[in-house]
């Protein structure tokens, strides 16, 4: 609902706290908005076609209003109201709602009830099935030997296990960097090392499939690892002036380019923090 959506963004910025109050006139602001996500306009089965409702898919202002509206939701009925049926516990991110009730009985009455709060907006729900319930991007297990329960990381049915191929025309640090931050994920949502390990072994078997090597996985995860429990001692010294330069990628010689130039700066600039980004060369498509 994008016009009640925008009410409730002017309603808390101009009749709210008085310190967050813009300096644009309210209906300035208000049509702005409009402007930026109503009624817009697409192709479809070879006609233009106007969306009257909702924001558009792949808008940057999409999870940002679907967050406001939900937040108004969340605050004026789930924590507000008080009913028999409603959840003991709520947290929600964006879109989505962990909820725990005291009876199984009490989900389909409080998703009617929610439902019913505006037309356009109609809440569904989804329960654990064998002591399993997936949200988000865990999967929550209840623990037979412990009262909080196992999280592990869900892999989608439609997963299909497919990165960058090892043998793909990027820089290296790509390669390293999406093992890196993978890991990172396995090992903040797991609940445990026992859960974490065999996560792990799953992205790790993943890997392999797509050409990589299994000393480049277990260096990076150990470079993870190193980090998280001997992190380096950091030491203040003069801020140091960031300069980052844009190259396309032409294989080793972007890596001999980007260390020789890092050699002479750290020589004649040492409070400069030089870095190389290198992007994709020139294509096809470039040339149109």
């Known amino acids: 609902p994008l016009t009640k959506t925008i009410n409730i963004c002017l309603k808390r910025l101009y009749h ?31 006609g233009v076609c106007r969306q009257v409702d909702g924001v558009a898919v792949g808008g940057g202002l ?24 409603g959840p003991s516990c709520c947290r929600r991110c964006v ?13 389909g009455l409080f998703l009617n009830f929610i439902s019913s709060i505006d037309t356009s907006i109609r809440f569904d729900g989804e329960s654990g099935v064998d002591g399993r319930l997936p949200f988000l991007d865990t999967i929550i297990k209840r623990s ?5 329960p196992d999280v592990a990381t869900r892999v989608k049915p439609t997963d299909k296990g497919l990165f960058y191929n090892s043998q793909s025309f990027i820089p290296e640090s790509y390669k390293s960097n999406l093992i890196y931050i993978l890991v990172y994920r396995v090992f903040h949502i797991a609940s445990s090392y026992t859960i974490f390990h065999h996560d792990l072994q799953v992205l790790k078997s993943k890997f392999l499939k797509n050409g990589f090597s299994s000393v480049l996985f277990d260096l990076t995860v150990r470079k993870f690892l190193d980090k998280q429990y001997t992190p380096e001692e950091q030491v203040t010294t003069v801020r140091r002036m960031k300069v980052t330069m844009l190259l396309p990628y032409l294989g080793p010689l972007s890596v001999f380019i980007e260390r020789r130039l890092a050699e002479l700066i750290a020589g004649f600039c040492p409070l400069v923090d030089f870095g190389i980004i290198c992007g994709r060369g020139r294509t096809i498509g470039g040339l149109f």
């Open 95 to 107: 879109g989505g709602a962990f909820c725990l009730f005291a009876s199984g009985d009490h989900v």
């Open 62 to 85: 999409g999870p940002l209003l679907a967050n406001i509206c939900m937040a108004h939701l969340e605050g004026e009925f789930f924590l507000k109201a008080q009913h028999p049926f």
């Open 144 to 148: 037979l030997n412990n009262i909080y």
């Open 16 to 46: 709210g706290d008085p310190d967050i109050k813009p300096s644009i006139p309210e209906d300035a602001l208000g049509k702005l908005l409009q402007l930026c996500v109503c009624e817009s306009a697409f192709v479809f089965g070879g």
